[in-house]
């Protein structure tokens, strides 16, 4: 199998089933239960996943209409590593049912919602074995379970959260392994893509692919037109999800990415937006305030746009397919 800095060595053991122990290397037998985590792992992943419990959808524009996001936290463009076996099927290789396997988690370094796939070819021999921790996979090319894993070149967006964490319509958590343990992750483009998981693009340096998100504001007013960053019902429909954030790419694209470079972009004072005509705001696409080259994506503000700075923190916000 390919080199990887394992931190878990087949020294440190996990729970199986009803408290058995099994080195954190081994390969389980099918129908296997993997422990969950302690207080205080669930403190950890809690207090560092960047995201309550209860996630309302919330509203922007793309293309000059309206679209429905999730808000999933800051995340950055490097993914972290994961495997998940797969049944080779012509020249590819189809994911079987079983959890992405990964090593690092909420809270440490390396850590990242975007997870880049090693798929496992699983050769005659597999029976349903359970695969707990990355260094398993090891243990399975030994006895002959799998196959040399494959780097996909794609990653998944799958943020590991608390269990109790909800996302409206996005249905229920997802299992994912880590050293031993089944823990939950939010997994947004589930059942999309050629995979099947909601793969998104890397670059060629193997970066998640990052596209600008414009969060507007009036000159002379440091507030954003955005409930969700103010915490205010500032167009009267008695919730806070709505903004007149704009996005630079729709779910459909060929460049859809879920992770977002936000850039403030200040435009005149007497703007019309959210909080005076939520269903026309004066400005509802990109090409409204921006040309955009398309081969390199650099931006050049039109005449409208009064300021625009990039932040320094990149956001994970998946856009909802069905908006």
Do not use: K
């Amino acid at each position: 199998m390919r080199e990887t800095n394992w931190r878990w060595s087949a020294v440190v053991s996990l729970v199986v089933g009803c408290g058995s122990t099994a080195p954190a290397d081994t390969v389980l037998p099918a129908g296997s239960a993997l422990a969950t985590p302690d207080p205080e792992l669930l403190a950890q992943i809690d207090e560092a996943d960047g995201v309550p419990r209860s996630n309302a959808l919330l509203s922007g524009f793309v293309h000059g209409e309206p679209v429905q996001y999730w808000s999933a936290g800051n995340a950055i463009a490097a993914p972290m590593e994961g495997y998940i076996p797969c049944r080779r099927e012509g020249r590819g290789c189809a994911p079987i049912d079983h959890p992405i396997v990964v090593d690092t988690l909420p809270g440490e370094p390396g850590y990242n919602a975007f997870i880049t796939l090693w798929l496992a070819p699983i050769t005659d021999a597999y029976d349903g074995e359970v695969f707990p921790s990355v260094s398993s996979f090891d243990t399975a090319e030994r006895q002959g379970l799998i196959d040399t894993p494959i780097e996909s070149f794609v990653a998944v967006n799958c943020p590991i959260v608390h269990p109790e964490t909800e996302f409206e319509d996005l249905g229920p958590l997802s299992t994912i392994h880590a050293r031993g343990m089944a823990l939950t992750c939010a997994h947004f483009g589930d059942g999309f893509g050629q995979l099947g998981l909601g793969e998104v693009p890397l670059t060629s340096d193997d970066r998640v692919l990052i596209r600008n998100v414009y969060i507007l504001q009036r000159d002379g007013s440091d507030e954003p037109l955005s409930e969700p960053l103010r915490s205010v019902d500032i167009n009267g429909d008695g919730d806070a999800n709505d903004s007149n954030n704009i996005f630079g790419v729709g779910f459909e694209d060929g460049d859809y990415t879920p992770l977002w470079q936000p850039v403030r972009t200040t435009v005149p004072s007497e703007t019309v937006s959210i909080d005076s005509d939520a269903s026309a705001p004066e400005y509802s696409e990109d090409d409204d305030l921006f040309d955009v080259d398309p081969i390199s994506y650099d931006i050049s503000p039109l005449e409208v746009v009064v300021d625009h700075v990039f932040e320094d923190d990149l956001i994970n916000c998946p856009l909802y397919a069905d908006s």
